[in-house]
């Protein structure tokens, strides 16, 4: 199945409304200089993430073609994310371009960066890498979800896409110099979280760097009253909180060498939290894949 082409009003809607955060975001901070290249890379990041979205609604209804109503239906869906695109930008803006240029001075590598995007969604978080690492790059993208890879690859011919689990990975040992975790990380069950990170970190290369950017629990409080609308609503995720991930971390042999917190409003349950790791020499590493 090829990805699902747009009707011209359904593709409109889409460019409208990008148009219309790109409107609202230079008002609100006219006074502030922030960087062109990010700017347009993120309406640019909002735009195909929208098109997604709405062709997966196509997708469900048994559709061929994304048509308008498809879009409108992406509005009611998610308009809440949509409201809050400025205040995601300035995470990019100010938290994920400052981490970026610390893993460009961080890492080591010969002449090519080779980076496994786990959990890649259609590639969005690698083409921010590619874009900032400055350097020749070979990506490897893995997910779960065909209709993601598939519009990924429409999108960026020179990634390599996989279909495949991030907590179950067919890659040699240390084949990789970086591995990016972008909101991905809380969709792992608490009881494998130790094991996928173990995962990571074999196919990652001596002192490679894992870098995971993700929201997760404010506080423990935020996390109980998720825990219970779980209960309620399946469908409601519940997010580590950030202790937890440290933990596990340290436990699979990684080492924080940066961390930085991206607050959204304080009435919301998660805050983005990014953590940049290296991977630690150990004896026990290639066992991990078998533990």
Known sequence: MSVLKFTEEANNLILNSVQKIESDIKNVYSKQRFDEKIFKIFLSDVEHTMKFFAAQLAKARGAKIVEERDVKALFKKFWFELLRKRKTFLVYEYGVRRDLHFIRAAAKSSKTFRVLDVGCGWGRASRWFCEFLGVETEVVAVDLDILSLKYGKSLNNNFSF??????YLPFKSETFDITLSSNSFHEVESENRDRTLKEWAFCLRHS????IIDSF???HMSKWIQM???VIFPKMEVHPYPMEVEKCLQFSHFKVIRKSRFDFPIFTLNSFHSYIACK???DKMIEGREN
Do not use: E, I, N, P
């Open 162 to 167: 996989l279909r495949a689990h991030m907590s």
């Open 208 to 211: 490679g760097l894992l870098y």
């Open 217 to 219: 629990a404010r506080s």
């Open 228 to 230: 219970l609308l779980h």
């Open 280 to 282: 630690q020499a150990t």
